[in-house]
């Protein structure tokens, strides 16, 4: 271990590098001697990262252990999505449907664009005046053991809905 703060049970707070916001946690393991396994406040998923990363910022206080698992309303980071692309988190939702987490448009189809091909979809055959501007709310199930959470549509005026840009699946490409 190169620092000796990193232990289990120390609050951190991790800088998340992709949605550029300060997120409060614990430590709730260290494995192989650097690597933090940190449960952030409010989310089932742990995320990794060394224990000298630049990301972290160790706070003087300790916690519980293990740290409860959240149920409820929650607001996801890309760790508990599908996927980054072009710089915006995004997941598959109702088979093939996008949720873009921006309120760019220019951004969401840029990052549609760049997954579209990985889902069997030719950007160039969507019908981009489909695309819409929404808010969403995310949520935990009340089952402990599950990693899957639900969304739903929401409204602006929520203080836990976020603005996403909203894709319904393409057409399939024609069978030649």
């Known amino acids: 271990m190169t620092n000796p703060q990193a232990a289990p049970g120390r609050r951190v707070i991790y800088r998340h590098p992709v949605v550029d916001t300060d997120l409060p946690g614990i430590i709730a393991a260290v494995d192989e001697g650097n690597l933090l396994?940190?449960?952030l406040d409010g989310h089932r998923r742990t995320v990794t990262v060394t224990d000298s990363s630049e990301y972290i910022t160790y706070l003087e206080e300790t916690g519980q252990l293990p740290p409860p698992v959240p149920v409820g309303r929650f607001q996801p980071i890309p760790e508990e999505l599908t996927a980054v692309r072009a710089g915006v988190p995004l997941t598959v939702v109702d088979g093939n449907d996008l949720l873009l987490l921006?309120?760019?448009?220019?951004?969401a189809v840029a990052a549609a664009t760049s997954i579209l091909p990985d889902m069997g979809y030719d950007p160039n055959t969507v019908?981009?005046?489909a695309l819409e501007s929404?808010?969403?709310?995310?949520?935990?199930?009340?089952?402990?053991?599950?990693?899957?959470?639900?969304?739903?549509?929401?409204?602006?005026?929520?203080?836990?809905?976020?603005?996403?840009?909203?894709?319904?699946?393409?057409?399939?490409a024609p069978v030649a």
């Open 37 to 39: 396994r940190l449960r």
């Open 102 to 107: 921006t309120d760019d448009r220019d951004a």
């Open 127 to 129: 019908d981009w005046s």
């Open 134 to 172: 929404r808010w969403a709310v995310f949520d935990w199930p009340e089952d402990l053991a599950s990693f899957d959470w639900t969304h739903a549509w929401g409204a602006e005026t929520d203080d836990q809905a976020i603005p996403v840009h909203y894709l319904p699946a393409p057409p399939p």
